[in-house]
């Protein structure tokens, strides 16, 4: 529980700065299990397994990510960043 809205507000602003960092990693995740879907074909991978894999699989696992991503920014950083400045606006 928080002590006061001094405290809360470092809560808030950490928060939103994991939220930040979440998003920035997920991206990066996205990319690399993408990267490495496309390494298969070029290793050796039978096309037709290859092709099935990427659109039946990679493609959807992919855009959940990018899914996720778009919910952390476009809904819970904004909320974090109301609440941040509300408690700004408050007697600390």
């Known amino acids: 529980m928080a002590k006061s809205y001094g405290h809360e507000l470092a809560l808030a602003e950490d ?4 939220l930040n960092t979440l998003q920035e990693r997920l991206n990066i995740v996205q990319m690399q299990y993408w990267n490495k879907s496309n390494d298969l074909s070029q290793a050796g991978m039978m ?7 990427v659109q039946e699989y990679v493609s959807e696992t992919t855009q959940k990510i990018k899914d996720v991503v778009s919910q952390i ?6 909320f974090i960043e109301r609440y941040i400045a509300y408690l700004s606006s408050l007697p600390q």
Not at 47 to 53: D, I, M, P, T
């Open 15 to 18: 928060l939103k700065k994991y």
């Open 47 to 53: 096309e037709e397994v290859y092709s099935k894999f």
């Open 73 to 78: 920014n476009e809904r819970d950083i904004p």
